[in-house]
């Protein structure tokens, strides 16, 4: 089973700032088949990202994924105040698809 | 566009069983992978199973910790994925969802179905 580990488990900033959520693999995501999403309280999860790096339909071009093998990395370029929320990465690579603990996005 | 409905959640005893749905529409069901995805109340997304295509033979996996007790099947007739859960337990309690995988445009998912274990 591949486990998934994200940093940092919360993230504090302010809006306008850069965020950068880690996500590593415990054994290499082959073909790049990973997925971030976004889920906030009483809502289902919210496709970012798929294939590491392709970003799903309607979802704003400051969110982008990149990495490969072991370590993959979304970036927030410019956080709006909608932006805070909990923040997890999948993998779908090999049977378990397991998912990340996840990050908090929190207002500083 | 894609379109996953649940349905079949409720307030169960523990050691009782529930049967979920899951509606799909706006993609051919019958070429598609299906899985099923939980989540505690507070918790983290926990992947609980898959079902493959009848052209790719069909079978379903599973998470560890819900082998045996649950059973992914799918009715392409209806466009419908099904989870039968037996021997329910209190930490079953968890918005069960379905979800399905496009290379074109990724992951899509229901809004979910709420099931609560409890005596």
């Known amino acids: 089973e591949i486990v998934l580990t994200q940093s940092p488990g919360t993230l504090s900033l302010s809006p306008g700032e850069r965020a950068t959520l880690s996500c590593r693999a415990s054994?290499?995501?082959?073909?790049?088949?990973l997925a971030w999403y976004q889920q906030k309280p009483g809502q289902a999860p919210r496709l970012l990202i798929y294939?590491?790096?392709s970003r799903a339909t309607g979802i704003p071009d400051r969110f982008s994924g990149s990495g490969s093998g072991t370590d993959f990395t979304l970036t927030i370029s410019r956080l709006e105040p909608e932006d805070f929320a909990v923040y997890y990465c999948q993998q779908y690579d090999s049977s378990p698809y397991t998912f990340g603990q996840g990050t908090k996005l929190e207002i500083k | 566009e894609v379109q996953l409905v649940e349905s079949g959640g409720g307030l169960v005893k523990p050691g009782g069983s529930l049967r979920l749905s899951c509606v799909a529409s706006?993609?051919?069901?019958?070429?598609?992978?299906m899985s099923w995805v939980r989540q505690a109340p507070g918790k983290g997304l926990e992947w609980v199973g898959r079902i493959r295509s009848k052209t790719d033979g069909g079978t379903a996996d599973y998470a560890a910790p819900v082998e045996g007790r649950f059973t992914i099947s799918r009715d392409d007739s209806k466009n419908t994925l099904y989870l039968q859960i037996n021997s329910l337990k209190t930490e079953d309690t968890a918005v069960f969802y379905c979800?399905?995988?496009?290379?074109?445009?990724?992951?899509?998912w229901g809004q979910g179905t709420l099931v609560t274990v409890s005596s």
């Open positions: 054994q290499s995501v082959s073909r790049s088949y």
């Open positions: 706006g993609f051919t069901f019958s070429n598609a992978w």
């Open positions: 294939g590491a790096s």
């Open positions: 979800t399905t995988f496009s290379f074109t445009s990724g992951w899509s």
